[in-house]
């Protein structure tokens, strides 16, 4: 039952003391929660992989999974998409969450018995098991971050633990601790953060370069933040730097770096000075869905940006414009095999968007359709009987209890093993 602003204390001391007993049965929930997912992952041991499942291709059937550090147990693959489900969670986060128990119980014994004792808060307690699971820590490793941190874990920073994982590495693991050091004393890199698209339309790019190429690379971004002011432009310094970036790509996509012809080749081309145009730049793709009236444009797979920063980029120089026929969604497609056409794959990709288990949001371009109704028992490839579904969870509906049917235009109704209902829709999952 909610509670009220008008039901709460009156007075500033009493209003404290109720949030930190709150604060108090939401820790003493997570740590209960910790121990429901090592039962259930004892309930569901390797060997309750069902051999009928599994096939000779690799990652056709059901298969052991490790969720924790080594020396923790493996867990039967296909129970933890239902653990999730019941907490509202994605397979990945409860697979996480699975895993992270694990570790505390298995590996990290000391932090452990602090989180059911309620003096350490289970998302402290996680973290670190989540560090741990990552660095891949050997049983001895483990056991020493475990023995260093319990007492001080609750006032422990991330920095401080990752610095302790370290040392662990490098005391017991000293042949890795040395790959480690000589593959880190290079760390150029250039990473573009492209699931993470503002609503402006802007991605974040972070690199390490080079001293020269850093410098080579930040005159040419000048020179072309001054040429476009030079032009006209009146947007600021970091903007138009921000800008020169793209034009430099671009420009640089443009040129021909393929392999010289032979000279005899070369007398017969046409010069580029006569008029010849440069090569097509390489494409990049972008799936934009516009509804009329709407000054808010869908950007595959669930970003938001404004119709005008997507009017931008299609008005810049090098953009070359596909415009695609409207696709009805609702009008019925068929085809007589069992591999849907390009036709029907896009509209069922458009349909459904992401996969369609509950919680799951991977793209629905980067997954399977599944024949709701198998072809096999006379399951048509058509509008209605085609879903997308990501790989794990195509294959966790072919090989386990999990049953599904199409109850709307974008609608599923999920039935777990257990026999807990899912409906998940264009707005997302609720329980049923």
């Excluded at 299609?314 to 695609?324: A, E, G, I, L």
């Amino acid at each position: 039952m909610a509670i009220t602003t008008s039901e709460l204390p009156d007075t500033a001391s009493a209003v404290l003391a109720f949030a930190r007993s709150r604060r108090a049965a939401a820790d003493r929930a997570e740590a209960e929660l910790l121990v429901a997912a090592c039962e259930w992952a004892d309930l569901h041991p390797p060997e309750t992989v069902s051999d009928a499942a599994a096939f000779t291709v690799p990652g056709g059937g059901e298969h052991e999974e490790p969720v924790a550090g080594p020396g923790a147990p493996l867990v039967a693959e296909f129970c933890i998409p239902e653990f999730g489900a019941v907490l509202g969670l994605s397979t990945t986060a409860a697979k996480q969450l699975i895993g992270q128990a694990l570790e505390l119980r298995h590996r990290l014994p000391r932090l452990w018995r602090r989180v059911q004792a309620g003096d350490l808060p289970a998302w402290r307690a996680r973290r670190v098991a989540e560090t741990t699971i990552h660095a891949g820590l050997s049983p001895q490793a483990a056991a020493y971050v475990d023995a260093q941190l319990t007492p001080f874990a609750h006032r422990t920073t991330t920095t401080a633990v990752d610095r302790l994982v370290d040392a662990a590495i490098a005391r017991y693991e000293p042949a890795r601790a040395a790959e480690t050091a000589r593959l880190a004393a290079d760390g150029r890199h250039v990473t573009i953060e492209d699931q993470q698209v503002s609503f402006a339309g802007t991605m974040r790019v972070t690199s390490e370069l080079d001293l020269a190429d850093a410098l080579d690379f930040g005159a040419a971004i000048t020179h072309g933040a001054e040429t476009l002011q030079t032009l006209g432009s009146e947007e600021s310094l970091d903007a138009r730097r921000a800008a020169a970036v793209g034009e430099l790509a671009r420009t640089q996509l443009s040129l021909d770096l393929a392999a010289s012809p032979p000279v005899e080749e070369v007398a017969q081309q046409p010069s580029r000075n006569q008029g010849t145009p440069p090569a097509p730049a390489r494409q990049v793709v972008l799936h934009v869905h516009l509804t009329e009236g709407d000054p808010v444009a869908r950007l595959e797979p669930g970003t938001l940006t404004t119709l005008d920063q997507v009017r931008h980029w299609c008005t810049r120089s090098h953009t070359q414009v596909v415009v695609k026929p409207v696709l009805d969604l609702h009008q019925p497609i068929e085809c007589d095999g069992y591999q849907p056409s390009a036709r029907l794959r896009e509209q069922v990709i458009l349909r459904d968007r992401t996969c369609v288990f509950p919680w799951c949001t991977r793209p629905a371009r980067a997954c399977d359709l599944d024949h709701i109704v198998p072809w096999e028992t006379g399951g048509p490839t058509d509008t209605t009987n085609l879903a997308a579904l990501c790989r794990r969870h195509h294959r966790l509906k072919t090989h386990s209890a999990w049953t599904y049917q199409r109850t709307g235009p974008a609608a599923y109704t999920w039935t777990s093993p257990h026999g807990h209902t899912y409906v998940r829709d264009d707005t997302g999952t609720e329980p049923g």
